[in-house]
């Protein structure tokens, strides 16, 4: 069974751009999580998505969005870039949010 | 915000020792979850143990959880060098979103 495919896995941005990062579930996993890894914040739980509707967010700002499709694929997507959004952005998929779940390499994101 | 701390932030023992983390939360789970990650590389799932479970064993792990104290504990025996990485304990339930995860122990393994 294949893992948790993230891309790209590095990315450099400048302030003020966007980005757009995916992800790929395990096969027959509807449950896609997304998850902000930095050193002052630690992990830091962003949206999850279940069947193509968002069922949870997280605490950030209304710049960060995202969105699953119908083969369970998910996208995240941040607008107007800011420094302090230098991170490592984890997926992870599961049966269900709660359950174990499968991490993706992650994408780590640069902004300058 | 994080519901899980973990104690402590780091831990340097020697191969073949054992090494104990724990961790404590604050709200009512359904679950708690420890996790391993090596060097900014993804999470990799360990042990999942349910509110009403008080311990659980999976090969060289063995994690406790005592929900009047709202603690959990993960044990790990006969360490070895590649055990090097940061543990997490992440819970789920209790009215929180997704998993919420503390800031980890790093655990440093001599050889």
């Known amino acids: 069974k294949a893992g948790v495919t993230q891309t790209p896995r590095y990315l450099i941005k400048t302030r003020g751009q966007q980005v757009t990062l995916s992800c790929s579930p395990i096969s027959g996993h509807r449950s896609v999580s997304w998850y902000q890894q930095t050193p002052g914040q630690g992990l830091q739980f962003l949206f999850e998505y279940f069947s193509e509707t968002q069922r949870n967010k997280g605490n950030f700002p209304g710049r960060f969005s995202g969105r699953q499709f119908s083969n369970s694929r998910s996208e995240m997507n941040v607008s107007t870039l800011e420094l302090g959004d230098s991170a490592l952005y984890l997926c992870?998929?599961?049966?269900?949010?709660?359950?174990?779940?499968?991490f993706g390499q992650g994408t780590r994101l640069t902004v300058v | 915000s994080q519901q899980g701390e973990e104690d402590p932030q780091a831990l340097s023992i020697q191969e073949g020792e054992n090494a104990t983390m724990n961790c404590s939360y604050k709200?009512?789970?359904?679950?708690l979850q420890w996790y391993r990650q090596n060097s900014g590389r993804g999470l990799v799932h360990l042990i999942l143990?349910?509110?009403?479970?008080r311990e659980k064993h999976s090969g060289r792990l063995r994690v406790t959880l005592d929900t009047s104290k709202k603690s959990s504990s993960l044990l790990i025996t006969a360490s070895r060098a590649a055990d090097t990485a940061s543990y997490f304990c992440?819970?789920?339930?209790?009215?929180?979103?997704?998993?919420?995860f503390g800031k980890g122990t790093h655990l440093i393994i001599q050889p």
């Open positions: 992440a819970t789920a339930g209790g009215g929180a979103d997704g998993l919420t």
């Open positions: 709200t009512s789970i359904n679950n």
């Open positions: 143990i349910r509110s009403n479970e």
């Open positions: 992870a998929s599961s049966t269900r949010g709660e359950n174990e779940a499968f």
